[in-house]
């Protein structure tokens, strides 16, 4: 499938601080979604992007839609340690089978 | 609401046997089921795409004959691993989408643990 970059692998934070990831493609998709995965569990939906450049915000979590269609970021602001998880971007075109990033690991210390 | 569940949670076989894993959507009609693969601090991977009452479509490089996939009622599919040997042993997840609209949610089983030994 199509590739995706997500950045940064892993991030390793105070409780308290913001979080920024992102996630970019070679190719435009329509559908731009932020899952939340705990160990042993499925992924949770976030946030779901539906046009370009929508921003739409989800409590403490703010996702962007790239205005180009490659490209999203999720923030976390004042992360808290039931933040800790892999966050995983998601996108697709027409259907609906998705196409995963390979994760961001959040560590949040109290 | 829009829940969905998977059974059983984790599953350990010996090597040749066969496994089934169910997918239930609780309280709503899932048009379409998807079945993903999640290897250790790997991502997930679609491995097959069912619509109640036709053929799985499967991904490239996925067996149809080894990944066995029913999907017969609006509510249930299941994913059957045949003959199952140490390499298939992995994190199996569905997903579950309650519509025919680009944009239906895809709402996610809490998986089940495969081990094969």
């Known amino acids: 499938g199509q590739q995706l970059n997500q950045s940064p692998q892993s991030m390793f934070i105070q409780e308290g601080e913001d979080v920024s990831m992102n996630c970019t493609s070679s190719s435009i998709f329509n559908t731009w979604l932020w899952y939340k995965q705990d160990p042993g569990e499925g992924p949770v939906l976030l946030i779901a992007?539906?046009?370009?450049?929508e921003l739409t915000s989800n409590g403490r979590l703010t996702a962007q839609f790239g205005i180009t269609r490659k490209d999203s970021f999720l923030n976390i602001s004042a992360s808290i340690p039931s933040d800790v998880g892999i966050y995983f971007c998601?996108?697709?075109?027409?259907?609906?089978?998705?196409?995963f990033g390979k994760g961001t690991s959040l560590l949040v210390t109290p | 609401g829009a829940v969905v569940s998977q059974h059983p949670s984790w599953v350990i076989c010996k090597s040749g046997t066969s496994v089934k894993i169910e997918c239930r959507s609780l309280d709503f009609q899932a048009t379409t089921m998807f079945w993903y693969r999640q290897f250790p601090k790997q991502s997930l991977m679609l491995m097959a795409t069912?619509?109640?009452?036709?053929?799985?479509?499967?991904e490239q490089g996925v067996e149809k004959d080894k990944f066995l996939i029913n999907h017969a009622s609006l509510t249930l599919s299941t994913l059957t691993v045949t003959s199952a040997h140490p390499e298939d042993s992995s994190f199996y997840i569905c997903?579950?989408?309650?519509?025919?609209?680009?944009?239906?949610?895809?709402?996610f089983g809490p998986g089940t643990r495969l081990t094969v030994l």
């Open positions: 997903s579950a989408s309650p519509g025919t609209s680009g944009q239906d949610t895809q709402y």
């Open positions: 998601a996108v697709s075109n027409s259907g609906y089978a998705l196409n």
């Open positions: 069912s619509n109640e009452g036709s053929k799985a479509t499967y």
């Open positions: 992007l539906y046009k370009a450049g």
